[in-house]
T-cell receptor, first 113, second 106 residues
Framework: IAGITQAPTSQILAAGRRMTLRCTQD?????MYWYRQDLGLGLRLIHY???????GKGEVPDGYSVSRANTDDFPLTLASAVPSQTSVYFC????????????FGEGSRLTVL | KDQVFQPSTVASSEGAVVEIFCNHS??????FFWYLHFPGCAPRLLVK?????QQGRYNMTYERFSSSLLILQVREADAAVYYC???????????FGQGTTLQVKP
């Protein structure tokens, strides 16, 4: 593994189902982020973590939860998926929070029917 | 509301210099970040800073509330989405613009 790995790359999900998007980085970065990408809206921050054991809410956190049990992993969970959560989700990391220099994964495309 | 503004689409011809403009309304953000995104790939940082800078064919202009990304000798392979972002000092979290799709005609 080199950089950030996201899984799955693509998923179709029925509304109401629970879904976890996985994100792993091997760069020993302290900060990690989840963004969603929507046409005309750019990249919007869902949740973030400045260091293992801490998390925070971004611009659009409703319907999502995260955990940061260790430095490498930052999973994003949709407890009960809704069609408006259809999007492309990007995980990112940074050596330290607040630098603006993010390293992104290749994205996970999620379709909620 | 803190926002970053950029055009949705810019079109150019091969070999030209392309300019993608960005401005923001964030009072405590002083650095611009320009990211490149090819669909299906990971977005990556092209250039950043609080002053004019250059990275290869990419130039960044700087004013307090605006920046332009200039791509020299643009190629068809440069067709992608370019994101402008700023980082407010009080939150440390990037605010992205909507992204600009660059179209390049041969």
């Amino acid at each position: 593994i080199a950089g950030i790995t996201q899984a799955p790359t693509s998923q179709i999900l029925a509304a109401g189902r629970r879904m976890t998007l996985r994100c792993t980085q091997d760069m020993r970065h302290n900060a990690m982020y989840w963004y969603r990408q929507d046409l005309g809206l750019g990249l919007r921050l869902i949740h973030y973590s400045n260091t293992a054991g801490t998390t925070g809410k971004g611009e659009v956190p409703d319907g999502y939860s995260v955990s940061r049990a260790n430095t490498d992993d930052f999973p994003l969970t949709l407890a009960s998926a809704v069609p408006s959560q259809t999007s492309v989700y990007f995980c990112a990391s940074a050596l330290q929070g607040g630098t603006g220099e993010l390293f992104f994964g290749e994205g996970s495309r999620l379709t909620v029917l | 509301k803190d926002q970053v503004f950029q055009p949705s689409t810019v079109a150019s011809s091969e070999g030209a210099v392309v300019e993608i403009f960005c401005n923001h309304s964030v009072s405590n953000a002083y650095n611009f970040f320009w990211y490149l995104h090819f669909p299906g790939c990971a977005p990556r940082l092209l250039v950043k800073g609080s002053k004019p800078s250059q990275q290869g064919r990419y130039n960044m202009t700087y004013e307090r509330f605006s920046s332009s990304l200039l791509i020299l000798q643009v190629r068809e392979a440069d067709a992608a989405v370019y994101y402008c972002a700023v980082c407010p000092s009080n939150t440390g979290k990037l605010i992205f613009g909507q992204g600009t799709t660059l179209q390049v005609k041969p």
